[in-house]
Structure formats: structure tokens, C-alpha cells
């Protein structure tokens, strides 16, 4: 048997206080001044154009579990911080998590740690944030490219993010555009941001059989 994985976008979305991340969505044209995305999409159900069923499917049979994590070390001690380096976690699973005592267990359907490094940028369009980098990710284990969340970032993919100590979130230069999304909850304790994005995506997994 294998399985085709049919994302909905219909999302019941069980995040974080906040909603982080419920904004990645397609974005507007840049206007040329800096602003941040904030549409609430949490009620919003779109027509499920890909499906194969004829109809969108509003109780789906499966969930898709994200989570993304990790922290954000700054320095100088003291600031103004103009370099960065951390870590990230990202995992999936659908419906239940793997058990990882369990030889038999398939493990989570997307598991990758990356490392991060980055530098200031000598000028910036986020108005609200305390300070920006230009991030490097580099994909240290694991295959980012099994994950289903379409903004997971690949490898050696280089993104402007900034953290707004107002909001209590890290906020991305959307593709380049200069509109600011907020895209994870992170909270700042000396040199050290710590940072955290949840999410639940209802899926539909159909079997199939091997020809």
C-alpha cells in the first residue's frame, strides 16, 4: 500500500496564543512602505480546488501535526546584536506521534535539524523590530524536503527575519516583498531567543492500491 497525500486547505489550526504563522498566505505587492500582515484566516475555509472528490471535504479524516522550534544566539553580549547563529527543529507527523521506542514505528513523517547563522543587515524596511538578520539555513540531519508545510525553509535558503519584542514574535521579509509576517512566537532572555511554531492542517490520506 502507499499513501497520496492530498493537503486541504482547510486548516483548524491549533497554535500558539497568537496564531503564529496562520498568515502565510499569498501576499500583496510591495508598496513600497514597510507593513506587517496580520488577516485573520482562522475562520476562513477555501474551496479545496484539488481535490478529487467533486465537493471540498470539511471533516477531513486526517491531521497533519507541525511543529518548528528552536533558538537564536546574538551577540554581542550587550548589543547592538549584529550576528547570529542557533538551531532548529522541524517535525511532522499525521494524526498520532511516533512512538520512538517502538522499532516497528515509522517515525514522524518529516523530521530536520538545521543550523542558522546570519549577520545584520546595513539597512532594513521593519520599522517595529528591535533588530533584523539576514538568516542562512543549513540543513545539518534529517530531509526538509519531505515536509509538507510549504514555507519549510530548504537548505542554504537565506531569509530576512527580525524580532519585534512588542508582539512577542520573529517577523519574515515575505519573498523579498517588504511586507513583515508574523511568523513564529519567540521570547528573548539575554542573548538567547527562543522561538516556536504549532500548527494542526487537516489532510486527507488516500490508499491506494500497487498496480
Not at 471540498?56 to 546584536?81: A, C, H, K, M, R
Not at 542557533?86 to 499525521?94: A, R, S
Not at 521506542?101 to 517515525?107: A, F, L, R, V, Y
Request: include cysteine.
Amino acid at each position: 500500500m502507499t499513501s497520496r497525500i492530498h493537503l486541504l486547505l482547510v486548516a483548524g489550526l491549533a497554535a500558539c496564543a497568537g496564531e503564529p504563522g496562520e498568515t502565510r498566505q499569498p501576499l500583496p505587492e510591495d508598496t513600497g512602505e514597510a507593513t506587517v500582515f496580520t488577516l485573520d484566516t482562522a475562520d476562513f475555509i477555501p474551496v479545496d480546488t484539488g481535490s478529487t472528490f467533486g465537493t471540498e471535504d470539511e471533516v477531513p479524516l486526517n491531521s497533519l501535526y507541525i511543529s518548528q522550534s528552536g533558538t537564536w544566539s546574538l551577540s554581542p553580549t550587550g548589543g547592538p546584536f549584529t550576528d547570529v547563529s542557533g538551531t532548529m527543529l522541524v517535525q511532522e507527523y499525521i494524526d498520532t506521534p511516533p512512538d520512538l521506542k517502538d522499532p516497528k514505528s515509522e517515525g514522524y513523517a518529516c523530521e530536520a535539524t538545521y543550523s542558522l547563522t546570519g549577520q545584520a543587515p546595513a539597512d532594513h524596511s521593519c520599522n517595529n523590530c528591535d533588530f533584523v538578520f539576514d538568516v542562512e539555513f543549513f540543513v545539518s540531519d534529517g530531509d526538509a524536503g519531505a515536509c509538507r508545510e510549504p514555507d519549510t525553509p530548504q537548505h542554504q535558503v537565506v531569509w530576512r527575519m527580525g524580532y519585534d519584542g512588542g508582539q512577542g514574535k520573529i517577523l519574515h521579509d515575505y519573498g523579498g516583498t517588504g511586507v513583515w509576517v508574523p511568523w513564529m512566537d519567540a521570547q528573548l532572555a539575554g542573548t538567547n531567543l527562543t522561538f516556536d511554531f504549532q500548527r494542526v492542517v487537516a489532510i486527507q490520506v488516500e490508499e491506494e492500491e500497487d498496480e
